[in-house]
Structure formats: structure tokens, C-alpha cells
């Protein structure tokens, strides 16, 4: 979509992604949550609100859980992608001939990838806390449960040790966004 939206700048299609993605930016995750409950359970009554042991009871937390990092990845590849399409060495492959599609596809993409790796690092951190809240919400049995009782009975060694765990996955996808940039980016790749 970021892609799209980028190819196309100010059309209608842009303005529509862009407007979509700024508004499922600014909905929290508990309160997406909430909403898909009491639409897709409760009133709809299309899928399950809680449970986990079939395919149909992990459509709503998956959907809670993406909707912020598809919008902010969408974001960022967009304006990413704008940022390379106006840089001097697009405009001289575009002067040498070369089809549009293929400056698109070989050029633009991969070196606009550079900063969504680096988002998708840090959202490895973020994910992991939602996921904490979004469980608790459906009623997942899992690691969210056992840090929200944890907390309900001032077991402070366990929500410690849930830190610990949380900055741990933190750091793990900071070093894995830092990987994947010398693998994206053939400069770093030779200076180190």
C-alpha cells in the first residue's frame, strides 16, 4: 500500500491510504481490541471473543496486533520510497532509458527498505507488550495472564523478570535491524 500510495502521490488513491493509515495510527491497540469484540463477537457474532484452539479465535487478536505496524509501515514505505524516487541517481536512470518498472522493482525499493528494517526492529519490542495487553483482552492463556496476576498480587519478582524478557526481545530486534541493514545496504557491508 505504501508502495502504491508512493507511485501515486496526491491522487485520490494516496490521499485515501494515507487518511486510512493515519487514523489506524491513532487508535490504541486496547481499544481496537474492544471494538473488534464487540463488532466481529458480540453484535455481528461472526467470530469468537475469546478462546485458543482453533483458527477462528486468533483472526481477532491478529488483526488487533498488526493494525498499528501495517499502518506505520505503510507510512513510512510511502514517504521512504518518495524520498529515493527524488534522489539524483533515480533521475539519471531514468534519463539512461531504463523501464520506470524496473527503477521501481531493483532501485527504489531496495534502498527505501533501509528504514522500514529499522522499524521493524523496534516493533519487535512493541509487539511483544501489545500482545501482553491483546492476550489479556481475549483471554488467551499465556504470558499476558500470567503478568496481569502477577501484578494483581504484588509478585514483583515475575513482573521483574517480564521486564527482563521485554528488554531482552528488545534488544534481539535491534540487532536484528542491525543485520539486516548491512544485508540491505552494501556500503555498510564493506566499511565494516
Known sequence: LGMLASLRRNSW????????????????????????????????????????????QLVLPAVVLSFEGIALTVR??????????????????????????RITSKHVLRNALIPIISLAGLRIGQIVGY????????????????????????????????SLILVTVVVLGNWLADTGYTIANPRLRKST
Open 131 to 162: 500482545a501482553l495487553i491483546v492476550e489479556t483482552i481475549f483471554g488467551w492463556p499465556g504470558l499476558g495472564q500470567v503478568l496481569v496476576n502477577a501484578i494483581l498480587r504484588r509478585d514483583y519478582t515475575v513482573a521483574q523478570f517480564f
Open 13 to 56: 488513491t494516496d490521499h485515501g491510504i494515507m487518511s486510512f493509515s493515519t487514523i489506524a495510527m491513532a487508535i490504541p491497540n486496547f481499544w481496537l481490541a474492544l471494538l473488534t469484540v464487540w463488532l466481529f463477537a458480540s453484535t455481528l457474532g461472526w467470530l469468537p471473543s475469546a478462546g485458543c484452539c482453533n483458527f477462528r
Open 76 to 101: 513510512m514505505t510511502r514517504s521512504s520510497m518518495i524520498e529515493v524516487q527524488n534522489s539524483d541517481f533515480i533521475r539519471t536512470l531514468r534519463a539512461g532509458g531504463i523501464s520506470e518498472w
